[in-house]
Nanobody
Framework: QVQVVESGGGLVQAGGSLRLSCTAS????????MGWFRQAPGKEREGVSC????????FYPDSVKGRFTISRDNAKNTMYLQTNSLKPEDTAKYYC???????????????????WGQGTQVTVSS
């Protein structure tokens, strides 16, 4: 069965950086659009970034554009999120999502994804 596992979260001071990883198994990785999402207590899950199957197309909402970078290594079945200049408002549990599709782009809407990991906590102190 398809499994995705996130890692790399932690506690960091404002302005710091973290590199999150998401490793998938039980699937043909380059058949899947991948995305990073986050959810803070009492808030809805929101898209942080997404990446196309080939890795050639990426998307970022304004809230993280210029600070976060998504990438993937299809040979390693792994996706990454480099987070820089972290702010306290970035504090949340970060999730990796996967969806199998022929679409040559990516989705930032979490409702389009059907496989999820358990999440990794990112806490940014001020």
């Amino acid at each position: 069965q398809v499994q995705v596992v996130e890692s790399g979260g932690g506690l960091v001071q404002a302005g710091g950086s973290l590199r999150l990883s998401c490793t998938a198994s039980g699937l043909t990785f380059d058949d899947y659009i991948m995305g990073w999402f986050r959810q803070a207590p009492g808030k809805e899950r929101e898209g942080v970034s997404c990446i196309s199957r080939s890795g050639h197309y990426t998307f970022y909402p304004d809230s993280v554009k210029g600070r976060f970078t998504i990438s993937r290594d299809n040979a390693k079945n792994t996706m990454y999120l480099q987070t820089n200049s972290l702010k306290p408002e970035d504090t949340a549990k970060y999730y990796c999502g996967a969806v199998r599709t022929l679409y040559d782009g990516c989705y930032i809407n979490p409702g389009r994804y059907n496989f999820w990991g358990q999440g990794t906590q990112v806490t940014v102190s001020s």
